[in-house]
């Protein structure tokens, strides 16, 4: 039966029709933003997981900003440490120099109070943004580390402690720092021998945890680093457009829009068929 008022083959071309330029509209979307999901309407799955991932994502990057401020904090307090070392090395060879006989006493102790006095300066001087490991103030250096998010969605922070080493006190003598080294005569450079072997011990262990705790950081702000490179990828793998098969799929749409254009025209000419039986 044919019908003047209903149409159905023109009904079922439109309907097509509007299917393949809701397909074509898609694909452009796709290629002009990049992502084949680019909100929750697309696929509210895994629109969320990539959502929670970026944020994650976004965290990584605070942490890798504080592992950048902590690693130069060790670094400055390492640099100090190492250097101080050197320094009681130097004192070290006055006082063998001073265990001698006919030497000149008063320019070895000029000697040793101005190291002693580098010692203290450079004590004072290794502090970054007002951190300072190797001073008396009692204070540790937290550094946040990592995020971890477990099964349950629920998100801690991971912390690295890096332990100040007071070399205020650790090289103090009976008063002041390095005051028990004395080279005013053989007799006290002999007593003073065992006092500056161990500030050269109290250093070296000092600059040894120091040099633990940076390569602790170094190795996590790398790590961080990774995570952050295959959550993007990670991200980029769940949301975003194939841009080949996006290109295929573009064609392919427009070549179908056309028919079926086409073949809405060709439905719409079938009730000026009824006029030839009026004829």
Known sequence: MSSILTNNSAMVALQTLKSINSDLAKTQTSIS?????????????????????ESD???FKSVAGSL???ESTVSVALAGAEQITNVLNEI???????????????KL??????????????ISASQFNGMNLLNDDGVDLTVLSSIDRDNTGAVTASNITVSSVDFTTGLTGTTG????????????????IAAIEA?????VDGAAALGASS?????????????????????GSLVDADMEAASARLQALQTQQQLGVQALSIANQAPQTILSLFR
């Not at 720092?177 to 003073?192: G, H, M, Q």
């Open 33 to 53: 933003t990049g992502k084949d999901i680019a909100g929750a309407k697309d696929n509210s799955a895994i629109w969320a997981i990539s959502k929670v991932m």
């Open 215 to 235: 390569k602790r950081i170094t190795d996590q702000s790398m790590f961080v680093g990774k995570v952050m490179d295959a959550f993007k990828s990670g991200i």
């Open 199 to 203: 500030h050269i011990q109290t250093a």
């Open 177 to 192: 720092v390095l005051d028990d080294i004395d080279v005013s005569s053989s007799t006290a450079a002999e007593t003073s």
């Open 57 to 59: 994502v976004s965290g």
């Open 68 to 70: 950048s401020l902590g």
């Open 92 to 106: 070290k060879e006055k006082v063998v120099t001073a265990t001698g006989e006919n030497v000149d006493y008063t």
């Open 109 to 122: 102790t000029a000697d040793v109070t101005e190291l002693t006095a580098q010692v203290t300066s450079i």
